[in-house]
């Protein structure tokens, strides 16, 4: 059972323009969201989270977006640079104290 | 910039064995778990750690996991005879708060790999 969904299991992008990511999830008691970036052979990274009382968090280069009628997030990244080649996973947790990942996006900036 | 910190980085053990995984996590923090990602796979929820209890664990923590924070400082994962499909990257983590309101801190990992 998939409760988070990331159905792009890669991504390119040229460096400087906008990389977006998808997240769906199925679960509606989720309501908090983490984006996480994983380089190989190191552990995920925290990235940005989002609420479920907001739609929209921002963080320099790095903005989720909520869509809680669609159980949707994204993660939009710009500009996008080649440090950001990575994978990118989404994560969320309802009243538990465990997260759910998704499966991952591979994200390929190319200078 | 406080870490969490996972050795051994790499196990290699014989089917059967006992592995222990070792883990520091970030010293104020009081919420503690495992995690473990099967190569080309998720990052899936193991087992969260709470005041000397464990506080929720997955189907795939089965008898043969267990966790123990035998002292202020270290947690530790021991699978008591591993499995060919007990191989995996095991990541610990911990938080200031409940997971379900703040962000996790990752270790770098511990690969595991059972011949």
């Known amino acids: 059972d998939q409760q988070v969904k990331q159905n792009s299991p890669s991504l390119s992008v040229q460096e400087g323009r906008i990389s977006i990511l998808n997240c769906d999830y199925t679960?509606?008691?989720?309501?908090?969201f983490l984006w996480y970036k994983k380089y190989p052979a190191e552990g995920p990274t925290f990235l940005i989270s989002i609420s479920s009382i907001k739609d929209k968090n921002e963080d320099g280069r790095f903005t989720v977006f909520l869509n809680k009628s669609a159980k949707h997030l994204s993660l939009h990244i710009v500009p996008s640079q080649p440090g950001d080649s990575a994978v990118y996973f989404c994560?969320?947790?309802?009243?538990?104290?465990?997260?759910?990942f998704g499966t991952g996006t591979r994200l390929k900036v190319l200078a | 910039e406080p870490e969490v910190t996972q050795t051994p980085s790499h196990q290699v053990t014989q089917m059967g064995q006992e592995v222990i995984l070792r883990c520091v996590p970030i010293s104020n923090h009081l919420y503690f778990y495992w995690y473990r990602q099967i190569l080309g796979q998720k990052v899936e929820f193991l087992v969260s750690?709470?005041?000397?209890?464990?506080?929720?664990k997955s189907e795939i923590f089965d008898d043969q996991f267990s966790v123990e924070r035998p002292d202020g400082s270290n947690f530790t994962l021991k699978i008591r005879s591993t499995k060919l499909e007990d191989s995996a990257m095991y990541f610990c983590a911990s938080s200031w708060i409940a997971g379900n309101t703040g962000e996790l801190f990752f270790g770098e990992g511990s690969r595991l790999t059972v011949l």
């Open positions: 679960n509606s008691m989720f309501d908090y």
């Open positions: 994560a969320a947790s309802g009243r538990t104290y465990k997260y759910i």
């Open positions: 750690f709470y005041n000397n209890e464990i506080s929720e």
